[in-house]
């Protein structure tokens, strides 16, 4: 078997160095000599035998074909030999045509047409032999042109993506030097590649990488043992050149060029994102701190309000003439019974009692205000404690319903109830909490009709259901109806009261139950409430 090999180079090539400066490998193509010459020669030539030998030496060591050996054991030739010298890629070849026996026995006197006969046989000989070496190294050289071009678009396109890549990418081999630092790592780094090809990669890193980087990579090598190669990446600290250290992400990967072990790095700088996520930390404790000390505020003020509040709500029914709730009003006035200034307090009496009557509805709306205050800052600060046992869902709603009753009456109101009777787990004063601000503000919102309160099984939860004919609830306003202070008519909430703090309240009291709580509503038809509590035995 031979191969014939043939260079493949860029430009330029006009000189000897640029020729060795531009190769950029080889091309080969490998072939059976004696496969080669018989598809040239065809079948066995009974008068001529040909050798051709490599250089201009004919010696047994240079002989690259004998056609006489491919039929005969045995080689004997005649008298007639012709030599001739050829160029094959470059290389130098001889061949040599020889008359075998039986041309020579034929000849007699015929030489010059057995010469003539001979040259031209050699001549088509030589052709086709030639024809055919061209043909296998124009194919050659047309793979190789392929093969290069294409090498070379690969190489482009990837030399374009190193130096667009937005990040580092740094690649080293297995003694830890570095072969490529592409355009983003130069600017992250400040260093320019001349500076850093062929160093030890390790002059990126501070302490204590700085100090350990090679044993890391050496016991990699040895163990497989890894701790960033091909795990995904971690965060580090990297060294500029200008001796400033920063936070980066690092991802290691490793590939097999030839025989050659290659470490490529992926280099991500953090420094904005850590800077951001400092900041976040930063403003999330300042505000756990602000809402913390709100918290504390609204408790302490809360609890200083309630206090006089409750005192002067104790004493309003004393200034109403009623005579159970004010004995000394009773006396004053049996004493003036007969006096003409006993008019005159009567009128001064029911006026004091309208006013204590205002005094008292605004007082009992305050102490409201305060008590969701309350709620809502021990909620909040993770202080609410609740109270979870068996309790049964529709005692709970009657009783609500009983001490409603009196409001929805005096707006001749129907309060009705379809309740399956259903135990669940559930803080009993949280959950009557609940019922009275859903019920209370379908009555406060109804002007006319029912308001119907239902319970049902729903999978492990109990479904609570709370119905008005009352105004309803515009559709944008839907997504909104829970949040803190929001009121859908500020108008109708002046004129019946609120804080805007029943709903959120209500909703965070459902959450920490372990339910959920929805609303449907079309505007001036009513709207119902929906929220559920789990059932006991789920518990």
Not at 89 to 102: D, F, I, V, Y
Not at 157 to 171: D, G, P, Q, R, S
Not at 300 to 318: A, K, Q
Not at 432 to 457: E, S
Request: glycine share 8%; net charge neutral.
């Amino acid at each position: 078997t031979k191969i014939c090999f043939s260079p493949t180079r860029t430009s330029p090539t006009a000189t000897m160095a640029e020729r060795q400066a531009a190769i950029l490998g080889f091309v080969y193509a490998p072939f059976r000599m004696n496969d080669l010459m018989q598809d040239i020669l065809g079948s066995e030539h009974e008068f001529v035998a040909l050798r051709i030998f490599d250089g201009r030496d004919i010696q047994p060591d240079n002989l690259m074909y004998d056609s006489a050996t491919e039929h005969t054991s045995r080689r004997v030739m005649g008298k007639f030999v012709h030599r001739e010298s050829l160029l094959i890629s470059g290389r130098e070849w001889t061949l040599e045509l020889q008359s075998t026996p039986a041309l020579d026995a034929s000849m007699n006197r015929k030489e010059p047409e057995i010469i003539l006969v001979g040259g031209l046989l050699f001549s088509l000989l030589l052709f086709g032999f030639m024809g055919r070496v061209t043909h296998q190294r124009d194919q050659a050289v047309d793979q190789t042109k392929k093969a290069t071009d294409a090498l070379t678009v690969n190489t482009s396109m990837t030399k374009a993506i190193l130096e667009t890549a937005v990040n580092a990418i740094v690649t080293m081999n297995a003694d830890r030097r570095i072969i490529t630092f592409n355009l983003a790592a130069e600017e992250m780094f400040g260093y320019t590649r001349a500076e850093v090809i062929g160093e030890n990669v390790k002059m990126l890193m501070p302490d204590p990488y700085h100090v350990h980087h090679d044993g890391y990579i050496e016991r990699y090598i040895r163990t497989r043992e890894s701790r960033i190669i091909k795990v995904g990446g971690r965060e580090v600290l990297g060294l500029r050149k200008d001796g400033t250290i920063f936070p980066l992400w690092l991802a290691v990967g490793e590939v097999l060029v030839g025989e050659k072990q290659i470490f490529v790095g992926c280099i991500v700088d953090i420094t904005e994102r850590k800077q951001t996520e400092h900041d976040l930390l930063a403003a999330k404790e300042a505000a756990e701190n602000a809402n913390r000390a709100k918290s504390e505020f609204l408790n302490m003020m809360s609890h200083e309000l309630r206090t006089p509040l409750t005192v002067i709500l104790g004493y309003l029914p004393l200034l109403t003439r009623t005579e159970s709730k004010n004995p000394t009003a009773k006396k004053l006035f049996q004493a003036l019974a007969d006096r003409p200034e006993a008019e005159l307090l009567e009128k001064f009496m029911q006026q004091i009692g309208k006013m204590a009557g205002e005094m008292h509805r605004n007082g009992e709306h305050l102490l409201t205000l305060i008590n969701d205050l309350l709620d809502i800052a021990k909620i909040e600060s993770g202080k609410f404690a609740m109270d979870f046992r068996v309790v049964d869902a529709g005692e709970i709603v009657r009783g609500v319903l009983d001490a409603l009753r009196v409001k929805a009456d005096e707006k001749n109101l129907r309060l009705a109830n379809t309740l399956e009777s259903l135990l669940v787990m559930a803080d009993a004063t949280r959950l009557r909490q609940i019922l009275i601000n859903l019920i209370g503000n379908a009555i406060k919102f109804t002007d006319q009709g029912v308001i119907h309160v239902t319970i049902v099984r729903s999978g492990n939860f109990a479904e609570f259901a709370i119905a008005d004919t009352g105004q309803g609830i515009p559709p944008d306003e839907l997504e909104r109806i829970f949040d803190r202070f929001h009121q859908v008519d500020r108008s109708a909430t002046r004129r019946v009261g609120g804080s805007g703090l029943g709903l959120t309240i209500t909703r965070k009291l459902v959450d920490i139950s372990g339910g959920t709580i929805t609303v449907t509503s079309t505007p001036d038809a009513g709207s119902t409430f929906r929220f559920t509590i789990p059932l006991a035995q789920v518990m």
